[in-house]
């Protein structure tokens, strides 16, 4: 009893640092209706400032923590501010690159700091305790329950008895009769900023002695934070506070019930993002409204070009690839890569681009594929029936996904395709079912007829072929006019009699086949295929950024976007060997990132674009509803193209016609 109180006293802990991380990505979220992905980053950055403060300068660690949470609360809180207003108008995928690339760049100013090597973060509270009905208790342990219980009481009493904190209630509920009760909104979003940001500073440097300074173990324990969010609806702080205490002490106890059982090891790890998962699926889908969803554009598309300009564009891309091999030299197998997630990212395009959806968990699909190939090739299945066969048993794991997918949009489903991923790697890939408990990588075998690297090349590029005509081919079929006119017009066409949720759940399983067929191809490079290729953090997200990246000229078309994006994930960092340099370029890739989210706003004309800013500070419609919508000019599908699809694939007397 005494193990399971003892147990019980570390979760309540830790559950307070997570809970004071939370809270303040509640505060910034249910004020601007943008979740901030870089939120464990700032925490990141507070744990070097004050590591740099005290430990290198000899700083008192009081001092070292007022000016810390001076430059990395308040003056983060401001750069984010200003983030969260430029990109207000954005779609959420825009939103999450924005954040993503905040997240990047702090992290690549992090490494160039204090390097990619974790370094030891000395206490600085009291490491004493005393007993409590037999239990050792620190004070340590005392301080930070302290801390974060003031926090969440704190900031209740706040909210309903200070004038910033019933104005910070009331911009999410009227933020047109704040504003005409002389209150700024944007000044409250503000202030809701810098305080979010605060608890991000206070999280990180009280969770750094236990876990040492390390930049992306510090990002990503944040993530942890998430399921507790949840737990508080994205809006209440009590609740927040509540959810973190008791998901780590579960995963405190079941820590100790896993300790000497095989199949159990990875439950700790999971639980949190399994409590995230099953809140957001079991939650009533009234109360998952985004802040701002009426504002929300698509990723732009031009139409779609002519195809003698398709293959002007396309001849030179194709004639490049082919004579790729005679020079790269050594970098062939680089390149083989770059191939291969050229079909990744061509998957999320379908989604990203095409339906106006986002998914963080591609890189499950692509293992469910690779772990497919390697057993149909195990029964004797010719290689390339392997290889189809793969991308057909990813497409049932791609329908599943599209069960959240039925019932949350914008960020709700990001987080919640983001904790379906981390719940594969972290527990699904060590099961039978796919790389077993010892994770020992499997064998992948290139076809008999393409053992040399150059001819498994030109193999990947016939495969690369076959997926770029299956995808432009949904892309101009009907259902890729239905798929865009649910991005553009949901409401219309559940009119007509079309269910979204059957869309949806074909642009997954679309989605889901063609990172089945990257994922069985991947391991051939290199002979082997294992738990490390299929990371969810941070390549998921990455493969979101780049993908928007690629997609900033919208004439590059979806090979185009998608080789971009290979080639800056995959590529260009095996050519470059320096840390340094890499770093260097990491930071310029996360404020591109930024750039590219705030520049999407730019595609509506002036007079939209000021509206949408006013909408996007008093948080509801004003004007003209068309002003809500992307330009005609500006999507790949014209109303009346929307319009035709639809009808023709809405029911008639003789039956359904599509």
Not at 308 to 313: D, E, F, Q, S, V
Not at 324 to 329: A, C
Not at 480 to 487: I, S, V, W
Request: glycine residues 10%; contains cysteine.
């Amino acid at each position: 009893m005494h193990e399971y109180l003892a147990l019980i006293v570390g979760g309540i802990a830790n559950g307070s640092v997570v809970a004071i991380a939370a809270m303040g990505l509640v505060l910034s979220f249910k004020a601007s209706g943008i979740f901030n992905f870089a939120h464990g980053a700032v925490g990141a950055v507070a744990a070097g400032i004050f590591y740099q403060l005290r430990v290198l300068n000899g700083v008192p660690w009081g001092l070292a923590l007022v000016i810390t949470l001076l430059v990395a609360g308040v003056g983060l809180g401001l750069v984010m501010e200003r983030v969260a207003f430029f990109v207000s108008a954005a779609s959420t995928t825009m939103k999450v690159v924005a954040t993503v690339g905040v997240m990047i760049s702090l992290t690549a100013l992090f490494t160039l700091r204090f390097g990619g090597v974790k370094k030891q973060f000395p206490a600085f509270l009291p490491d004493s305790g005393f007993r409590v009905g037999g239990v050792n208790v620190g004070w340590d342990q005392l301080v930070v329950v302290v801390i974060g219980l003031a926090a969440a009481v704190g900031m209740t009493v706040f909210f309903r008895r200070t004038l910033l904190g019933r104005s910070m209630r009331a911009v999410v509920d009227d933020p047109v009769l704040l504003a005409h009760l002389g209150v700024g909104p944007s000044s409250v979003r503000r202030w809701a900023w810098i305080i979010g940001t605060v608890f991000a500073s206070v999280a990180g440097v009280l969770i750094a002695p236990s876990l040492g300074l390390d930049g992306t173990s510090l990002t990503l324990l944040v993530v942890e934070s998430f399921g507790a969010a949840a737990i508080g609806g994205f809006a209440n702080l009590p609740l927040t506070y509540v959810g973190a205490v008791l998901i780590q002490v579960g995963v405190a106890v079941t820590t100790k019930w896993a300790s000497g059982t095989d199949s159990l090891r990875s439950l700790p790890t999971v639980l949190p993002f399994v409590v995230l998962f099953l809140v957001l699926l079991l939650t009533p889908k009234r109360r998952l409204v985004e802040v701002g969803a009426s504002l929300q554009q698509r990723v732009s598309m031009l139409p779609s070009p002519s195809w003698r300009m398709g293959a002007a564009r396309l001849v030179p891309l194709v004639v490049l690839l082919v004579v790729l091999p005679e020079l790269v030299g050594d970098h062939l197998l680089d390149w083989m890569q770059g191939v291969v997630f050229v079909i990744l990212m061509m998957s999320l395009s379908l989604l990203v681009r095409t339906s106006n959806q986002i998914s963080l968990c591609q890189m499950s699909f692509a293992a469910v594929g690779a772990v497919a190939c390697y057993h149909l090739q195990d029964i004797g299945f010719p290689w390339p029936l392997a290889v189809a066969g793969a991308g057909l048993v990813a497409i049932p794991v791609g329908c599943i996904v599209a069960i959240p997918a039925v019932r949350l949009s914008g960020v709700y489903l990001a987080l919640a395709t983001l904790a379906f991923g981390i719940v594969m790697e972290t527990a699904v890939y060590q099961t039978f079912l796919m790389f077993g408990a010892d994770v020992t990588p499997l064998t992948a075998l290139r076809p008999s007829f393409a053992q040399s690297d150059r001819e498994y090349y030109y193999v990947l590029l016939v495969v690369l072929a076959v997926a770029f005509v299956l995808v432009r081919l949904l892309e101009r079929s009907r259902l890729g006019q239905l798929l865009r006119g649910k991005a553009d017009a949901p409401q219309a066409l559940e009119a007509l009699g079309i269910r979204n949720s059957v869309l949806q759940t074909v642009a997954f399983s679309a989605a889901a086949f063609f990172a089945g067929l990257a994922g069985a191809v991947i391991g051939p490079i290199f002979f082997v295929v294992g738990v490390g290729n299929f990371p969810t953090i941070p390549t998921s997200i990455m493969l979101v950024a780049l993908l928007v990246l690629g997609a900033r000229n919208p004439r590059l078309g979806t090979l185009g976007a998608s080789v971009l994006g290979a080639v800056g994930l995959v590529v260009l960092p095996q050519y470059i060997g320096n840390s340094t340099v890499l770093s260097c370029l990491n930071l310029l890739f996360g404020l591109a990132a930024v750039e590219a989210a705030v520049a999407s706003t730019r595609a509506l004309p002036p007079t939209s674009r000021a509206r949408a800013r006013l909408r996007a500070l008093l948080g509801r419609p004003v004007g003209p509803a068309a002003d809500t919508a992307a330009p005609a000019a500006a999507v790949r599908s014209t109303p009346d193209r929307v319009l035709v699809a639809a009808e023709s694939a809405a029911p008639t007397r003789k039956g359904v016609k599509s």
